[in-house]
């Protein structure tokens, strides 16, 4: 069984930053990639950033220049930094991971989602 454990979201004002963590635990053979994606009430979620095995990253047009993802491997963690946030990432952020829980077995997982809200 695979668990994945947000924290950070919160409350910020424009402009400010915050700093997402998730954390999977579990019977993990190997991490394929994992990321973040956000829904806004009323949107359809979309992605937000995701990292690879190898490193490799994918931003939304929307984020690029203000978030960073990064990893954490021997911890299974993976870190969303947003700056500059702007009201219209307000939305909840869910963690999600594709990986290995043996040689022949992957799957994807998700977290529950942490809230972010920006505003004044």
């Known amino acids: 069984q695979v668990q994945l454990v947000e924290s950070g979201g919160g409350w910020v004002q424009p402009g400010g930053s915050l700093r997402l963590s998730c954390a999977a635990s579990?019977?993990?053979?190997?991490?394929?990639?994992m990321g973040w994606y956000r829904q806004a009430p009323g949107k359809e979620r979309e992605l937000v950033a995701r990292m690879n095995s190898g490193g490799g990253t994918n931003y939304a047009d929307s984020v690029k220049g203000r978030f960073t993802i990064s990893r954490d491997n021997a911890k299974n963690t993976v870190y969303l930094q947003m700056n500059s946030l702007k009201p219209e990432d307000a939305a909840v952020y869910s963690c999600?991971?594709?990986?290995?829980?043996?040689?022949?077995?992957?799957?994807?997982?998700w977290g529950q989602g942490t809230q972010v809200t920006v505003s004044s």
């Open positions: 999600n991971a594709y990986l290995y829980t043996d040689p022949q077995t992957w799957d994807e997982y």
């Open positions: 579990g019977s993990i053979f190997r991490v394929v990639a």
